[in-house]
């Protein structure tokens, strides 16, 4: 459980999952129901409230920050655009190969931005944002990529955090980088949000998490015969495509 500093109300409460290695989960639950906090205590950005946090069997707490860190990537929906080149914006997922060209290489190959980091006259080098004579600008969901590829700079990671990662991609596009994705987490562990259930359903376990508490839980078939909140909130949404 986890209590935001003055509130009330806790923003998670009683929440109890477990998920091994090769195994993928997704949540569900509208905004504000606390899938974004129960990311950050995962990485341990916050510590629970009440309760305890385990990998490899031991508390997170007890764990070396640094070592902690280095088995986890994340993107989160609010990534940083930063003023850097391109290259530089790939390294900065693991500052301490920010200068290392061939690692920006092999991550954006992964996070499917090197595409079209190769046609840009400057290639890697190329300066973003506007701060800077020259700087140019991306799109959503090139910048979504490239966020994508700042995880994969963590090539010892073996917890993938993805947090609305494709909001800005079209629907073709996000089944393209959640089709690669699958294919390159191999064994690791992978804990996904997304409002999209096209992606959401081919996760193995899904959390759906209502007011800080977990609603239901299953596969995605076993959720829809239960005809719960997932089943409705995927009807809602499938019939926006019929």
């Avoid at 140019?136 to 994508?148: M, V």
């Avoid at 963590?154 to 629907?171: C, H, K, W």
């Avoid at 294919?183 to 959390?207: D, N, Q």
Wanted: net charge neutral.
């Amino acid at each position: 459980s986890f209590t935001y500093a003055g509130a009330k109300e806790k923003a998670l409460d009683g929440i109890s999952l477990q998920i091994k290695p090769g195994q993928s989960l997704a949540l569900v639950g509208e905004n504000g129901s606390g899938k974004t906090t129960l990311i950050k205590l995962l990485t341990r950005l916050y510590d629970p409230t009440e309760g305890r946090i385990l990998l490899d069997g031991l508390d997170l707490q007890e764990w070396h920050t640094e070592a902690l860190r280095r088995r986890v990537a994340v993107i989160f929906q609010d990534f940083g655009r930063y003023q850097f080149t391109v290259g530089e914006n790939i390294g900065a997922g693991d500052v301490r190969y920010i200068d290392d060209a061939e690692r920006w290489k092999v991550a954006a190959k992964t996070g499917l931005a090197a595409p079209f980091i190769e046609e840009m006259p400057d290639g890697y080098n190329t300066q973003l944002g506007r701060w800077f004579k020259g700087g140019r600008e991306l799109s959503g969901g090139q910048w979504q990529k490239i966020a994508l590829s700042r995880a994969f700079m963590r090539s010892e990671a073996d917890i993938l955090v993805l947090d609305e990662p494709t909001a800005a991609m079209d629907a073709a596009a996000e089944a393209e980088v959640f089709e690669h994705f699958r294919k390159a987490s191999g064994k690791k562990m992978t804990i996904l949000i997304s409002h999209r259930f096209s992606t959401v359903r081919a996760a193995e376990h899904i959390v759906v998490i209502h007011q800080g508490r977990i609603l239901e839980r299953g596969a995605h078939e076993s959720l829809l015969a239960e005809g719960g909140q997932y089943a409705h909130l995927f009807k809602l949404q499938a019939r926006g495509y019929q």
